[in-house]
């Protein structure tokens, strides 16, 4: 069974650059067709894709957020992870990281194979 684990920071300041690793186990990150995203869901408002790294690296950014993010990953800690610069209070958000395959995006986010747990993060002074 895959299971994914985010972690970072609950806060960040303004300005500064967020950073959440997910930690993938009970699967490889490189494994055929497996597309591994961010996707976030701010206070009030719905899940919002925020990206995604293929199996093979290649990566997937969202238009409304692609000057600020950068995704990566580490195969061999079997990870990958979100930056995303510049954050203000409107990045304070419960992030989670999802897994599925064959697609990079899903419009039905009840379609993603796998989900992380989430984590709050709160953008404050």
């Known amino acids: 069974q895959v299971q994914l684990q985010e972690s970072g920071p609950g806060l960040v300041k303004p300005s500064q650059t967020l950073s959440l690793t997910c930690t993938v186990s009970g699967g490889s990150i490189t494994t055929n067709y497996y597309y591994w995203s961010w996707i976030r869901q701010a206070p009030g408002k719905g899940l919002e894709w925020m990206g995604a790294i293929a199996y093979s690296g290649s990566l997937y950014d969202s238009p409304s957020l692609k000057s600020r993010t950068s995704i990566s990953r580490d195969t061999a800690k079997n990870q990958f992870t979100l930056q995303l610069s510049s954050v203000t209070p409107e990045d304070t958000a419960v992030y989670y990281c999802?897994?599925?395959?064959?697609?990079?995006?899903?419009?039905?986010?009840?379609?993603?194979?796998?989900w992380g747990q989430g984590v709050q993060v709160t953008v404050s002074s």
């Open positions: 999802a897994a599925d395959r064959g697609h990079y995006y899903c419009s039905n986010f009840g379609w993603y194979e796998y």
